[in-house]
């Protein structure tokens, strides 16, 4: 059977109540304000994109094992070796050129401060690169 | 179609599991939401467990394993169901809110209106950012998640020290059921993670919506889910494809699988405590495999139980408690056991050693640094008003207002309450340890991190607050069948 406990709410508790599903629909109101608008979706496809960019190198390079990646400098730098780290996995991508092969990502400025060690095997377009390390020099 | 069978799997297995493990009487109307929810979280739980197992057993034949297990786990479910000999329950149910009826209205439309919005935002928002939202997603959990799917016989190369930054060391929940998922569509397809990441999100906020429902009242239950969905942050989470939501579900889960357990105990034989014990470690073995901080929130768990047990032992009316006490304290250590084996293997066989902990020189140095201390209370400080990314009010403001509005005066001895507490106290005390230990910039590590790890958090403390202080000093009359 079924035992039903029922008690008259305070004003208090009523007050309680309002406010705070008042000030709760507030943040549904930033929720509503900080969403994409649905009119002019923009579609951030910056992983996809990467994946292309690394598309034929990926095919270049052997299947398993390390190699090693040098970049831009400054903020971009940290995504853009994460961004070829994903792109190229289960390729194991090391920040360094102590590698027999090395991929050189440069998306937005033109190649330079590259290892007198490292050879340019080709250039795939789009700011990738591959190099091959010819030892130290 | 290549998506029905990895989804048919996951579903089937947490229906199976569940069912194995619910007490054995037929499963009354209002248990179906939070049973619903539950099955969604721990069939993924399984789904991620397995394909990590296939592939440290070397297993290719993946569609075999799947089967197999679904075999398994049909004929435990079978030979379980088969010995119900409790009929369904009955449930008294409380109404604590004799609301006028426009306030029922109001606060049933505003439940409405903030899910449908929270749904509508996370929808947009994968759609915009269909890789997620942020770093960590394909720097750290999608990367790990590649490396399962690609890597072949090499998966382990992926869990190598020379990727800065990607947390090889992190448990392998999401990354593992993605991958799984991935198997059988044939390609590392983005729409999975996201699909993964929206579903743990909406779980949660069903089970803590589903179950206050059952637990206590309607209108309880619709507050709660107010106050969740109205969390922006929680919103913004739901598509960042990172691991907090799904780790705030299974710590939701197991607080839930606890009252069920401690308010049945005693007062009916056929709700089996015990059942609930069980259900409880098998979400506590899910959280643990989730994150790091998982595992911090199974200790956390443990010692409130542990010390509730004793503290009930120690109470001369219950001089039986302890004894009554220790049967789910096991039950819910075996069940957690086969999860823990399986982290301490991953962590140490495959995993590098994490990166939070450095030399005991350099630990001990900080630890006698009181100014360390103070950064991180004024960060807790701080962040008790700004979690959430609220507007204007604050949500855990708006808790503490809701407690004025709504206590009565009376103070209950609910030994519940109390280890839910202590486990919520000890988790966030072990994060403040982790703080004054970090090897990084404590402001830098305080900033990246803290409102994610009051997130995991955040789903439980609602169910608590609505489970207990919204109760007007009621407490559920016992259940009856018949």
Known sequence: MSTQVSA??????????????????L???????????????????????????????????P??????????????????????????????????????????????????????????VEDFGNGVLLFANEGPR | MAIALPIGFCFAWGFLLLGAIWPPRQVSSSEHGFRLFLTLGFGIGLFSVVFFVTRLAGITHLLAADSFVTLVLATVYAWR??????????????????????LRHALTASFVLSTLVACGSALLQTRAHPHGYGWDAFSIWNLHARFLFLGGDHWREGFSALIPWSHPDYPLLTPAAIAHFWSYLGHDDPRVPAAL????????????VSSLMHLRERHAAMLAGIALASTPFFVEQATAQYADIPLAFFCLASMVCLHLGLRNSGENSAHHPTNWSILAGVALGFAAWTKNEGQLFVAA???AQVAS???????????DS?????????????????MLLLIGWFKHTIAPPGDLFSSGSAMLQKIASPGRYWIILRWYGKEFFRFGNWWIVPGTVLLVVLYLALRSGTRRHDPALRSSILTLALTLAGYFAIYVITPYDIYWHLRFSLNRLFLQLWPSTIFLFFLFVGGQSRSLSPDKSI
């Open chain 1, 63 to 120: 299947l398993r094992g390390v190699v090693g990646y040098i970049g831009e400098s400054g903020d971009s730098a940290t995504p853009d070796y994460y961004l070829t780290q994903y792109a190229l996995a289960p390729l194991v991508v090391e920040r360094s050129s102590a590698h027999s092969f090395v991929v050189g990502n440069f998306p937005s400025l033109s190649p330079k401060g590259i290892p007198l060690n490292l050879r340019l």
């Open chain 2, 309 to 319: 047990a004793l503290s009930a032992g120690r109470r001369p009316s219950s001089c």
């Open chain 1, 8 to 25: 008259k709410l305070p004003a208090r508790t009523t007050t309680g109540i309002v406010l705070f599903v008042l000030c709760s629909l």
């Open chain 1, 27 to 61: 943040s549904t109101l930033r929720i509503v304000w900080s969403a994409p608008n649905p009119a002019r979706p923009a579609v951030d496809d910056i992983y996809s994109r990467s994946d292309q960019r690394f598309a034929v190198l990926k095919t270049r390079l």
């Open chain 2, 301 to 303: 768990f443990l010692l």
């Open chain 2, 81 to 102: 169901r088969n010995r119900i000999t409790h009929p369904l329950l009955i449930e008294s149910r409380s109404q604590d809110f004799n609301l006028p009826v426009w």
């Open chain 2, 322 to 338: 302890a004894q009554k006490n220790r049967l789910p304290i096991a039950a819910l250590l075996i069940a957690l056991a086969p």
């Open chain 2, 197 to 208: 990441s929206i579903t743990f999100a909406c779980a949660t906020l069903g089970l803590l």
